[in-house]
């Protein structure tokens, strides 16, 4: 998972996404714009939504760490032979 700051209305779930040096805004799974950052990002949010609520400030959003898998548990060896396998 990506590091991203999520906010949810009532009719969407607005999300700020890091996506290499840039941040993606998004509504639901549209992508709405690219931003260098994540504070430019939350305002091409606020202006291009403006029927929506959402938060002035970044700290207001839930921020969301990268996580790339971690919660999983390594591969075992059964598994891992299974794959060289396929």
Known sequence: MLAQYVFTAANAI??????GHRWRALRDTLELGRFETAEAAMIGLRDMCRDVRLPRRLTDWRFLPPAALG??????PAVLARLSAA
């Open 71 to 76: 919660h999983l548990a390594p591969p075992s």
């Open 14 to 19: 607005f999300r700020i996404v890091r996506h």
